[in-house]
């Protein structure tokens, strides 16, 4: 299982909701990006960097910051509104 499958995992068994999940071209870097239902978009590259973009709901802004970052790598980038 690849880093990108076990971060998707991650994110369902925390009760997230997975809009959608689609493939970067490998020109981007390659890997998985996955749009939650809290507003935020996680790209996950092949390099085994993670990206969170987006802005939190209002309703979901303090759950999703701490369940995001229990999840997520340390090392994580994040630019969020």
């Known amino acids: 299982m690849d880093f990108s499958m076990r971060i998707y995992f991650k994110l369902l068994r ?17 890997g998985q990006r996955f749009r939650l239902g809290v507003g935020v978009v996680v790209s996950v590259f092949a390099s085994g960097t993670v990206l969170v973009q987006g802005r939190f709901t209002p309703r979901s802004s303090k759950w999703g910051r701490q369940a995001l970052s229990s999840i997520l790598p340390a090392n994580t980038r994040r630019q969020l509104g």
Do not use: H, K, S, W
């Open 14 to 30: 925390r009760n997230f909701y997975v809009v959608t999940a689609d493939d970067i071209l490998p020109a981007e870097g390659g």
